[in-house]
């Protein structure tokens, strides 16, 4: 018969057995609970990356983009209006110096004349590009004009005019007229570009080339090139489905010209290129014209024959 | 037919004349009257628009510098530097002014006729 004692030490044993396996059923349903949670949690984490990335790629740019949008409207509404005013007071600049080359015979004065109207031309064409790139476009009308005029006109806005040759295209047609002061002003700027990266005393030839449907402008120069950074930036930034240039894309230095001419070739409809296939050895720049751009000729040979003027010289000579 | 166009606009008066107001020393004088006509025979290839545009209007025409200012719509000034250019390139030629009215007897005229009257006395 076992003593009350030896009972007692069996009931003991027997209930830490019942304790320990009931810790261990305990601790298996914990475990389980736990496990089942922490798959839980980490569905839902992997709920949270997937709806991070998702922000990551769609919402996030948007919301970048539409920020960029607004602060670069909001910051391009003082230069562009100042470039307007700008342009408005170099136009009557423009005005009144071929209004007085009209009326004065002394070269001394004339020779100024010619002197302020090159200021004004260059005046109005940093004002435009920088209209452009503020968003408004060209207000200046033309008739459709022949393409060696356009060349000239594009010439006749930059500093270093006298280097440029212009070799008279056989191609006799016009340009329309609602794309000729875009093209003038993208032109000006790849010729103001090719004459300030090229050697003074070299000179700057543009040319006509027949192309499928079109035909080219070819603005050469002997200058040193583009190196691989430049070409590379050169190209973002006239790539036809690239990011639209504005006022803070320009760069620092900024490139302004080639974003003028991104921005006016997209809404006249030509194209620009830029390369390093110079035949002289430095940049060449392709505008390419469709033939959509291009128009009959206005009449041949004697254009710039006006009807006699009696406003103009005053048999009287100099006053 | 579209109305002509102002070429003046787009085209300025420095590129016409490369920047010069007056033409080179060498060169003729023109004034307003000097008449001008084009040199029979030359081409006009590798002239620019407006130099092109004074040779086909002085072809078979003789025109005082005044003129062809006023029928290029150019200054008087860039008229010249055109001008002289091309009558340095031959393609251009000056004429002597018309010919003037018959004059009135001059001195010596009038004393021949006398001797001759005395003479014949």
Redesign the interface.
Known sequence: MPDTAEILRLLGESALVCAVAALVIRLRGVRRAHRKESSAARSRTRALESELARHRAEVLPEAVAGAHRRAAQAAQGLPRSVARTVQGLAHGQQKKITEMLNRHDDPDVVEGLLVLDHHSAQMLRRAAGLAVVCGSWPGRQHDATPLIDVVRGAVSRIQDYRRVRTVPPADDRAVTGRVVEGLVLALAELLENATRYSHPDTRVQVHTRPVPDGLALVVEDAGIGLDQAERRRVEQILAPDGPVPDLTRVGDPPQGGLAVCALLARRYGFTVHVDDGSAFGGVRAVVGLPGALLTTPVTAGDTTLAPPAPRRHDAGGPR | ??P??R?????????I???R??PERSAPVLD?VTIVAAAPGRSTT?LT??Q??AV??LRGRHLAV??V?????Q????TRVLLCDLLATGHLVTMLPPAPLPEPLTEVQVLERVLHGLQAL
């Open positions: 037919m579209s002509p166009r070429r003046g606009d787009l085209v300025r008066a420095y590129v004349t490369g920047g107001a007056r307003l590798g628009p407006e092109r545009a086909h209007l005044v003129e200012a006023s029928r290029l719509a200054p008087l000034t860039v």
